[in-house]
């Protein structure tokens, strides 16, 4: 099994949902992003999904494109964010570290040498916003022989003959973008999103994660009594934009009142 | 014997040999199949390409006649170029022909907004007249760097009734747009048909922007042979995202003896790396904005900052075809830079009375240089893509001249 899917089953096991927080590598600084990731662990993180810095980000929002430009005016690449992970594994082997990004710096890397780089690094996960079951076969396979669970989304607009096809592609688990939209929108539609998790429950054999639009404790609540993971992305982007000042110590508060509120919705 | 006699492309899945396929978030591959399904459905339909050909002769006011530059010609001192007259379409480019199809595919499938991205203004002012022609809404993403270069373009939509939003993301042009315009289609994608301008984009965008631009070049085959007797020896078109080129290659691929060029934005030269030339240059391949292709972009796949005086050819990558094209030796590319394009810019004008859009004096500078290497017997066949009236401006700038 991989760190993933013990990190879930554990959770799975106790009742409780994993806490997915996403950060853009390199942002505000790369010099920084360790000690954030640190900061995550210690507010209840169980996954960190790590953004790969990229020029044309399609699917992000404002908020998450301003941390790309931030990210890239330092130039951080693919290969400095797999050498932070690198980093972070010398006194973090628990947490599963999941990379988010886009498609042509894999393709440019290659995806073999991507792929057994970003393993020895102590990668675990990766996900291609824009590369769909469609065109992801040589690349997922290429993934799993190197030990990295190849996640895939999945949209309020997916028909159940796309969950087939996600699901034979898909390992770890797999992300409900909860509306139609780019990160960072605030228009999450509850009742919505559980009318479709339970279609995607029935179709699909790996926990499912919730992202999109999930901007504070009382939303993250709600979304862990229907989900086996809750994902926040643009809201602690946001912390980061904000400024240096305290930033560790205000990403874990934050995450500490997600964790205890997502703790108590099993109650 | 042909080996293009059979050249059937794309795959069912998009693909144009290792280019094209379908690269997009998961929220749109629905919208990409309905679009394709209904597609497929409309090329069959006789009621629906009656009503296109309609639209196209009686709105637009085709076919384009083919005008032999024969002052220009004698000049230059060898071949023959004659001019595939794009420029005289209602709307002054060829960009129309594709929108009127997809527009009329927008109506088919119940959408009532139409969202489209636009470089020069061009897509955008033949988006937004034919939104203006079938009542529906439009809005029309512009890099904010176009809208400066281009704001006669940016009135025109206005006058037509689109929205225009001026995109300050990124480098501020083309491809920037073209990302504003996906995040808008990734929000409203019930409600919204997204019109690519350019035969790039997610399968099915670059097969069908090809299939309705094809009726440039397949009435020059018929013209042609009206006019001279003969086929041309050479077709020459700009190449930005490649939508024109692809009009008038495509028909022609199969046709033995016909070289086909397209010619890219040099920009400050090749060699200088300020250019919008990926053709050209070499670079390597890469996926943006849905599709791969041959790709300007540094070593860590960070897509690359693009040079060029046309806005409409100010695009790092270029349609999967001409990848494909390229790849099997069917049409060569080359690139000429600004201040050759502005000469035959101004030797159009001047000799012919026929001022060219910046795009479009590309692939006309490229076609002077190789007349005068050819006998006088040789046909070069331009693609004149679009008029120059929005480029007034630049050029006055260019000169020093406030207008």
């Given at each position: 099994?991989?760190?993933?899917?013990?990190?879930?089953?554990?959770?799975?096991?106790?009742?409780?949902?994993?806490?997915?927080?996403?950060?853009?590598?390199?942002?505000?600084?790369?010099?920084?992003?360790?000690?954030?990731?640190?900061?995550?662990?210690?507010?209840?993180?169980?996954?960190?999904?790590?953004?790969?810095?990229?020029?044309?980000?399609?699917?992000?929002?404002?908020?998450?494109?301003?941390?790309?430009?931030?990210?890239?005016?330092?130039?951080?690449?693919?290969?400095?964010?797999?050498?932070?992970?690198?980093?972070?594994?010398?006194?973090?082997?628990?947490?599963?570290?999941?990379?988010?990004?886009?498609?042509?710096?894999?393709?440019?890397?290659?995806?073999?040498?991507?792929?057994?780089?970003?393993?020895?690094?102590?990668?675990?996960?990766?996900?291609?916003?824009?590369?769909?079951?469609?065109?992801?076969?040589?690349?997922?396979?290429?993934?799993?022989?190197?030990?990295?669970?190849?996640?895939?989304?999945?949209?309020?607009?997916?028909?159940?003959?796309?969950?087939?096809?996600?699901?034979?592609l898909a390992s770890g688990y797999g992300y409900y973008v909860s509306l139609k939209g780019v990160t960072g929108a605030s228009h999450l539609d509850l009742s919505n999103v559980a009318e479709k998790l339970a279609v995607i429950k029935q179709h699909l054999s790996i926990p499912v994660g919730v992202g999109f639009g999930i901007r504070d404790a009382d939303t993250a609540r709600s979304v862990a009594q229907i989900a086996d993971a809750v994902v926040i992305g643009?809201?602690?982007?946001?912390?980061?934009?904000?400024?240096?000042?305290?930033?560790?110590?205000?990403?874990?508060?934050?995450?500490?009142?997600?964790?205890?509120?997502?703790?108590?919705?099993?109650? | 014997?042909?080996?293009?006699?059979?050249?059937?492309?794309?795959?069912?899945?998009?693909?144009?040999?290792?280019?094209?396929?379908?690269?997009?978030?998961?929220?749109?591959?629905?919208?990409?199949?309905?679009?394709?399904?209904?597609?497929?459905?409309?090329?069959?339909?006789?009621?629906?390409?009656?009503?296109?050909?309609?639209?196209?002769?009686?709105?637009?006011?085709?076919?384009?006649?083919?005008?032999?530059?024969?002052?220009?010609?004698?000049?230059?001192?060898?071949?023959?170029?004659?001019?595939?007259?794009?420029?005289?379409?209602?709307?002054?480019?060829?960009?129309?022909?594709?929108?009127?199809?997809?527009?009329?595919?927008?109506?088919?499938?119940?959408?009532?907004?139409?969202?489209?991205?636009?470089?020069?203004?061009?897509?955008?002012?033949?988006?937004?007249?034919?939104?203006?022609?079938?009542?529906?809404?439009?809005?029309?993403?512009?890099?904010?760097?176009?809208?400066?270069?281009?704001?006669?373009?940016?009135?025109?939509?206005?006058?037509?009734?689109?929205?225009?939003?001026?995109?300050?993301?990124?480098?501020?042009?083309?491809?920037?747009?073209?990302?504003?315009?996906?995040?808008?289609?990734?929000?409203?994608?019930?409600?919204?048909?997204?019109?690519?301008?350019?035969?790039?984009?997610?399968?099915?965008?670059?097969?069908?922007?090809?299939?309705?631009?094809?009726?440039?070049?397949?009435?020059?085959?018929?013209?042609?042979?009206?006019?001279?007797?003969?086929?041309?020896d050479y077709v020459v078109a700009c190449v930005g995202g490649g939508s024109n080129a692809i009009g008038i290659f495509h028909p022609y691929v199969p046709v033995e003896g016909v070289r086909l060029i397209g010619v890219e934005a040099g920009g400050d030269g090749v060699e200088t790396g300020r250019h919008a030339a990926p053709l050209t240059a070499n670079v390597g391949t890469g996926v943006l904005h849905g599709n791969r292709m041959y790709l300007m972009q540094?070593?860590?796949?960070?897509?690359?900052?693009?040079?060029?005086?046309?806005?409409?050819?100010?695009?790092?990558?270029?349609?999967?075809?001409?990848?494909?094209?390229?790849?099997?030796?069917?049409?060569?590319?080359?690139?000429?830079?600004?201040?050759?394009?502005?000469?035959?810019?101004?030797?159009?004008?001047?000799?012919?009375?026929?001022?060219?859009?910046?795009?479009?004096?590309?692939?006309?500078?490229?076609?002077?240089?190789?007349?005068?290497?050819?006998?006088?017997?040789?046909?070069?066949?331009?693609?004149?893509?679009?008029?120059?009236?929005?480029?007034?401006?630049?050029?006055?700038?260019?000169?020093?001249?406030?207008?």
């Amino acid at each position: 099994m991989s760190r993933i899917q013990n990190t879930l089953a554990a959770l799975a096991q106790q009742g409780r949902q994993a806490l997915i927080p996403y950060i853009t590598a390199g942002d505000p600084r790369p010099g920084i992003t360790v000690e954030l990731m640190h900061a995550l662990v210690d507010g209840g993180a169980d996954v960190i999904e790590l953004g790969v810095p990229f020029s044309d980000p399609m699917a992000d929002g404002p908020v998450i494109q301003r941390a790309n430009e931030r990210a890239l005016a330092h130039k951080t690449s693919l290969r400095h964010v797999v050498a932070m992970v690198a980093e972070f594994r010398k006194t973090n082997a628990a947490t599963p570290v999941v990379l988010m990004g886009y498609a042509n710096p894999v393709e440019r890397w290659g995806y073999q040498d991507f792929a057994a780089t970003a393993h020895a690094a102590g990668v675990d996960g990766l996900l291609v916003v824009d590369m769909p079951p469609e065109e992801a076969e040589p690349l997922a396979n290429v993934l799993k022989a190197n030990k990295i669970d190849p996640i895939f989304l999945m949209a309020p607009t997916t028909p159940v003959s796309r969950l087939q096809a996600i699901d034979r592609l898909a390992s770890g688990y797999g992300y409900y973008v909860s509306l139609k939209g780019v990160t960072g929108a605030s228009h999450l539609d509850l009742s919505n999103v559980a009318e479709k998790l339970a279609v995607i429950k029935q179709h699909l054999s790996i926990p499912v994660g919730v992202g999109f639009g999930i901007r504070d404790a009382d939303t993250a609540r709600s979304v862990a009594q229907i989900a086996d993971a809750v994902v926040i992305g643009s809201r602690l982007v946001q912390e980061v934009e904000a400024g240096e000042d305290g930033l560790a110590e205000r990403l874990t508060a934050f995450l500490k009142g997600v964790r205890a509120a997502m703790d108590t919705a099993r109650a | 014997m042909n080996d293009f006699l059979r050249y059937d492309q794309p795959d069912l899945q998009g693909h144009f040999g290792q280019f094209g396929g379908i690269y997009v978030a998961e929220t749109l591959m629905p919208a990409l199949d309905e679009l394709r399904i209904e597609y497929e459905k409309a090329k069959a339909d006789p009621a629906f390409m009656a009503e296109y050909h309609h639209e196209l002769k009686h709105y637009v006011g085709r076919p384009s006649p083919i005008y032999h530059a024969q002052r220009w010609s004698e000049l230059l001192g060898g071949a023959q170029i004659y001019l595939k007259r794009e420029d005289l379409n209602h709307t002054g480019a060829h960009k129309v022909n594709n929108t009127i199809g997809q527009a009329l595919l927008a109506r088919r499938m119940g959408k009532k907004r139409v969202i489209a991205e636009t470089g020069a203004g061009q897509h955008g002012v033949a988006t937004a007249t034919v939104a203006a022609r079938y009542g529906l809404e439009c809005v029309v993403y512009m890099g904010a760097e176009d809208v400066k270069r281009q704001s006669p373009n940016v009135f025109r939509m206005k006058l037509l009734g689109a929205t225009v939003v001026p995109v300050e993301s990124g480098s501020k042009t083309l491809k920037d747009a073209m990302n504003e315009a996906m995040r808008d289609w990734v929000t409203n994608v019930d409600s919204t048909y997204y019109i690519i301008g350019t035969c790039a984009g997610p399968h099915p965008y670059p097969k069908l922007v090809r299939d309705f631009q094809c009726v440039i070049g397949e009435e020059a085959k018929l013209q042609m042979p009206e006019m001279i007797g003969r086929q041309p020896d050479y077709v020459v078109a700009c190449v930005g995202g490649g939508s024109n080129a692809i009009g008038i290659f495509h028909p022609y691929v199969p046709v033995e003896g016909v070289r086909l060029i397209g010619v890219e934005a040099g920009g400050d030269g090749v060699e200088t790396g300020r250019h919008a030339a990926p053709l050209t240059a070499n670079v390597g391949t890469g996926v943006l904005h849905g599709n791969r292709m041959y790709l300007m972009q540094d070593e860590d796949g960070q897509v690359a900052d693009t040079h060029s005086v046309s806005a409409g050819l100010d695009y790092p990558g270029v349609g999967p075809e001409h990848c494909y094209l390229k790849d099997i030796h069917r049409a060569e590319y080359v690139a000429v830079t600004d201040s050759e394009a502005i000469a035959a810019f101004h030797d159009l004008s001047r000799f012919e009375g026929i001022i060219p859009a910046l795009e479009s004096s590309h692939a006309l500078a490229h076609a002077a240089k190789l007349a005068k290497t050819l006998p006088k017997d040789q046909v070069i066949l331009v693609n004149l893509s679009g008029r120059g009236d929005k480029d007034i401006p630049t050029m006055a700038r260019l000169a020093g001249i406030e207008l």
